[in-house]
Each structure stands twice: as structure tokens, then as C-alpha cells.
Nanobody, 125 residues
């Protein structure tokens, strides 16, 4: 059974850090583009970051560029999103998603095939 499971969310003060994990079971993440998306209440799901299957292409939205870093650990079959200098506007449910794509990744949620259930990130003092 193909499954993606996010973890690492929580409550953090502004300026703090969190590391989200996206662990796969039932398939290997190698050769899959992995995207991180977030959705705040009343807003559409937006692309935050992605990494291509080859790990040679990454994408960051303007709102997180310079603060978030995406990485892959093939030995753990996991993709991470390191989030630093968090702001209240980063508060949202964060989802990871997978698409079988090697040289490129998309920041648009419509192209992804597998999705996790999400993890809540709350940035508040």
C-alpha cells in the first residue's frame, strides 16, 4: 500500500524552527519528485517547495525562499523540509506529495499523484 506520512509539525514561536518529515511506505521515493504544500484556513493549497527525482532541481516559493530547505535521505526513504525563521503567516497544515518525475518538480498541486494526511504547523507567541 502506497503511503506518505508527514511528521514534525507543532507549535513554535516566531523566529523558531521546525523540521518536517515525509516518510514513504509501500514504494521508494527515489526517482519521485516530492512537493511540500500548505493550506491555511480559508485559503487555497499553495506550493511551498519541491525537489526533483534526480535531486538536481528544487523550487521554493517566494514567501519561503531563504528560510526553508528541502532535502532527501534515500537511506531513510524520507524527504525533509527544514523551516527556519518561522513567521505567523507560515501557520498552516503542511502536506507532502509525490509524483513520478525525474528531472523536474512542480510547485502546482495538480500534478501530484500521492498525498499524505498533513501535519499542523502553528507559529504563534
Amino acid at each position: 500500500q502506497v503511503q506518505l506520512v508527514e511528521s514534525g509539525g507543532g507549535l513554535v514561536q516566531p523566529g523558531g524552527s521546525l523540521r518536517l518529515s515525509c516518510a514513504a511506505s509501500g514504494f521508494t521515493l527515489d526517482n519521485y519528485a516530492i512537493g511540500w504544500f500548505r493550506q491555511a484556513p480559508g485559503k487555497e493549497r499553495e506550493g511551498v517547495s519541491c525537489i526533483s527525482g534526480s535531486d538536481t532541481h528544487t523550487y521554493y516559493s517566494d514567501s519561503v525562499k531563504g528560510r526553508f530547505t528541502i532535502s532527501r535521505d534515500s537511506t531513510e526513504n524520507t524527504v525533509y523540509l527544514q523551516m527556519n525563521s518561522l513567521k505567523p503567516e507560515d501557520t498552516a497544515v503542511y502536506y507532502c506529495a509525490a509524483e513520478f518525475r525525474y528531472y523536474y518538480c512542480s510547485g502546482s498541486p495538480g500534478s501530484y499523484d500521492y498525498w499524505g494526511q498533513g501535519t499542523q504547523v502553528t507559529v504563534s507567541s
